[in-house]
């Protein structure tokens, strides 16, 4: 009798990804365009949320999410509402920021997670292995 080959399937989790930011920087060149341009793209659904204008953001939409990646580099009300929901609904954050800025240390309360930029290269390469990691943890 012959044995047929194993098939093995490869789950890919796909993440629906929620990132936030403050309105008081160019994040369309410095932050959307790099994650738009990388494979992360084709990989997981990043909600970027000034990307076609402004989306009205709610507890149902930050729900929704699997993950935060929130730019913390220049400080912003409404980012803060954002991830208190998301602390309060338990949606894991992951803040980057760049090098050489000063995020608000009231962040550690909601956020283990700090991912430190040089460039959009750098940035993108810091966001792909911290989704490696929560890929494999769950």
């Known amino acids: 009798m012959i044995q047929q080959p ?3 399937q490869v789950e890919i989790l796909l993440m629906k990804i929620f990132v936030t930011h ?3 920087f160019n994040f369309q060149d410095e932050l959307y365009k790099p994650l738009r341009e990388s494979s992360l793209n084709q990989e997981h659904e990043f909600i970027l949320p000034q990307e076609n204008g402004r989306l009205e953001v709610d507890k ?8 935060i990646i929130a730019e913390v580099s220049h400080p912003s009300t ?3 509402i954002e991830l208190g929901w998301a602390d309060m609904l338990d ?7 760049k090098e050489g800025t000063n995020f608000s240390p009231a962040l550690h309360y909601v956020s283990k997670k700090f991912l430190m930029y040089t460039s959009g290269e750098n940035m993108i390469e810091d966001i792909t292995g911290v989704l490696r990691q929560y890929v494999l943890s769950n």
């Open 6 to 8: 194993v098939k093995w």
């Open 22 to 24: 403050a309105s008081s």
């Open 60 to 67: 149902e939409l930050i729900k929704s999410c699997n993950l």
């Open 78 to 80: 409404g980012q803060g």
């Open 91 to 97: 949606i894991p954050i992951v803040c980057i920021y």
